[in-house]
């Protein structure tokens, strides 16, 4: 719209009825987004299956702090390198401290999945909103979480902490603090996760030089 000085201004009106072209696209298409789901597992979860999962992953979780007391070093100087006898679940094995600390990193990580899963079933079972289709979620969050706990170890122990460091100098506290969180905390650790790689391969890219036209 023209004003008399011959100076141009937005038409309040053109921008009212773009935004509302706008708005109605939107409503259309979360209207057929949710048209198109599926109706697996959108019943509520009951009394029986609730009582059953939550039980189960108690039972995890005790396990898993069991073991992790079981496989815990007693002192950096009475570990050795070579390897040391654990009973675990009575199971005996023989590990080298590298070994050792894989797995308390992945029942850490797993235990912070557990506690997630336990955190969320009750939140939403208080809510009387737990439906059937987050079940498999909650189900594979402790597998999910440990495995993320050990990329993310692999990724301390090859970038943030010195290569020349033996494994007498690590503390298993820290390790499976860092374990814990990330399996409690897996979204975020994910997000943190891909931005690291976004950065690693962003730098590479940018140093990589052009290629040099064909002949």
């Not at 011959?6 to 935004?19: C, F, I, L, R």
């Not at 496989?71 to 401290?97: A, D, Q, R």
């Not at 301390?156 to 506290?173: D, M």
Request: with cysteine; glycine share 6%; charged share 15%.
């Amino acid at each position: 719209m023209r004003c008399p000085g011959g100076e141009y201004m937005a038409d309040p009106d053109a921008d009212q009825t773009s935004q509302s072209a706008k708005d109605a696209t939107k409503a259309a298409h979360d209207k057929r987004w949710v048209e198109s789901r599926s109706d697996i597992g959108k019943n509520a979860v009951g009394t029986v299956p609730i009582i059953i999962i939550s039980i189960l992953l108690l039972v995890l979780s005790v396990a898993v702090v069991v073991a992790l007391v079981q496989l815990w070093p007693l002192s950096s100087s009475s570990t050795s390198v070579h390897g040391t006898h654990y009973v675990v679940m009575w199971i005996h094995v023989n590990l080298e401290l590298e070994s050792n600390y894989f797995l308390i990193v992945v029942l850490a990580g797993a235990l912070g999945g557990a506690i997630h899963s336990l955190r969320s079933i009750a939140f939403f079972v208080g809510e009387r909103k737990l439906q059937w289709s987050w079940i498999l979620y909650y189900a594979c969050l402790p597998i999910v979480a440990s495995l993320m706990a050990m990329i993310f170890y692999l990724v301390l122990r090859g970038g943030l902490i010195s290569s020349q460091a033996s494994s007498q100098a690590l503390s298993p506290y820290g390790m499976a603090a860092i374990a814990g969180l990330v399996g409690l905390f897996s979204d975020q650790a994910a997000s943190m996760l891909k931005k690291i790689f976004s950065n690693l391969f962003t730098s590479a890219n940018s140093d990589t030089p052009d290629s040099a036209p064909l002949n």
